[in-house]
């Protein structure tokens, strides 16, 4: 695929894709970005390997390997595409994803469902404030009706009767783990457990934000984005893009207009 961008954030998280643009937006100021979404319909099963035939479907095309990122269940995603297929991958960018990589929000609430006696719209309330600390009212609502649809359509592997658990997977492409101090679902030493799966053969960095929880790249775009501009800029042969390949982004639509969509 000739118009593939050297960057591509996946997103399998239809109605939490808001929470990247700030990140996508930063970034979009210093090289074009594409988005990759997966979008399934109720009746769909929620496999990753039909999402990972797919993506690759689409890069394989390309003429050059690509810097993937992915926050959450699309972090496990493009972790797990950069090692079935890492010739593709010049670099890995995960986001809240821990060394045991299955482990994200929805986990928790499914875990927290079959402890507490409580109704979803408690537990979903309770993860509003675990994922992003104190809200106003309205805004709580809000983000419950988010965190209810995401449960309800996006691909994960986690559900009442099951919840899926991966060992930590070593990828042999650099690789940067960006998180932060006060997320409880993807806790500092989940990301510091990354360190001993590091390979001694590609670049590695881990990067703990100050704040901002399980969302922190939202709440520190431009943070984050230094980290990952960096990151790229200390690989070896790390040809940089130029500001005349322009990025379009859509006005009607979280996503880039560059992605493409699979229902």
Partial sequence: MSNLTEVLCLSASPHLQVFDRPLLKSLARHTPISQWEYQQTPDEPCSLDIALVLLHDYLKHGHQPIHLIGHGISGLLALLY???HPERVRSLTLLSVGAYPAVDWQAHYYAQRNLLP???????TRMVDMLFGYSSQPMTKALVKILGQELDDSLSPHSLVKCL?????????PLLVCGSVDDVV???HQLR????YFSED????????PGGRYFFHYFYPQQTGEQILHFWKSLPSCRSSHSSEKLFLSSNSDSIAASVLVE
């Fill in 202 to 209: 590609a670049e590695s960095k881990l990067w703990v934000c």
């Fill in 165 to 173: 658990s991966l060992a930590p997977i070593q990828v042999a492409v």
């Fill in 186 to 188: 993807v806790a500092p």
């Fill in 193 to 196: 457990s990354w360190q001993q």
């Fill in 118 to 124: 409580c109704s979803r719209q408690i537990l979903l």
């Fill in 82 to 84: 950069a090692q079935r």
